[in-house]
């Protein structure tokens, strides 16, 4: 497809159980980043990979969430022992090099934790 | 206190009216900023970005910088019902910080016919 994907776009789970979000970004686009948006709030940062690798994680709130890229495309936020405040949704965007002044994002996965 | 702040609001106006939207901001390290809309249930969507003090124009939209006062805007003329969404401010400083943009609250914005 031609925007950001991101799969899936709901999903509920119940407390302390593991989540995985997937993201597509652009073909071409090496700069990915994650976001999270709270009801009411603006989006968060997360997370920013400049290829395969993490160039800032300083936004992960603490050792529960991870990110990965592996082969510098599509990326999966893996969050474990989920918690009721984790509700939320995770915004996905990339962008073609480091300019994230022109970042795309994705339209979320909407996460509930019951 | 939060790095970005904007004023919730809500906004609402009648078709043709001018909207003025505004942010402040604490950090002298922000070098750039942009304005982006939101619709329900949908990602944020890039609108304006600039990197100076001053204005840019595109269509209907104005953005203003003030570096001076940490103060950004966003003017748009002419409103439309289309218009209506929430609109965020978002801001971005160089270096080790290149790849995060810090966001305003949002501002929702209602155009009435």
């Known amino acids: 497809g031609a925007g950001v994907s991101q799969t899936p776009s709901n999903k509920v789970t119940e407390k302390g159980k593991y989540v995985e979000l997937r993201c597509d970004p652009i073909s071409g686009h090496t700069a990915l980043y994650w976001y999270r948006q709270s009801l009411g709030q603006g989006p968060e940062f997360l997370i920013y990979?400049?290829?395969?690798?993490?160039?800032?994680d300083s936004g992960l709130p603490n050792d529960r969430f991870f990110a990965v890229r592996p082969e510098g495309s599509v990326s999966t936020l893996k969050i474990q022992r989920t918690e009721r405040g984790d509700s939320a949704v995770y915004l996905c965007?990339?962008?073609?090099?480091?300019?994230?002044?022109?970042?795309?994002f994705g339209q979320g996965t909407r996460l509930t934790v019951v | 206190q939060k790095e970005v702040e904007q004023d919730p609001g809500p906004l609402s106006v009648p078709e043709g009216a001018i909207v003025s939207l505004n942010c402040t901001y604490s950090?002298?390290?922000?070098?750039?900023f942009m304005w982006y809309r939101q619709y329900s249930r949908k990602g944020p969507e890039l609108l304006m970005y600039t990197y100076s003090s001053g204005n840019k124009e595109d269509g209907r939209f104005t953005a203003q910088v003030d570096k001076s006062s940490k103060y950004i805007s966003l003017f748009i003329r002419d409103s439309q019902p289309s218009d209506s969404a929430t609109y965020l401010c978002?801001?971005?400083?160089?270096?080790?910080?290149?790849?995060?943009?810090?966001f305003g609250q949002g501002t929702i914005l209602t155009v009435h016919p």
């Open positions: 965007a990339s962008s073609f090099g480091r300019a994230n002044t022109e970042a795309f």
């Open positions: 950090n002298s390290a922000f070098q750039y």
């Open positions: 990979f400049q290829g395969t690798g993490a160039a800032d």
């Open positions: 978002a801001m971005g400083a160089g270096g080790t910080s290149y790849g995060k943009l810090t």
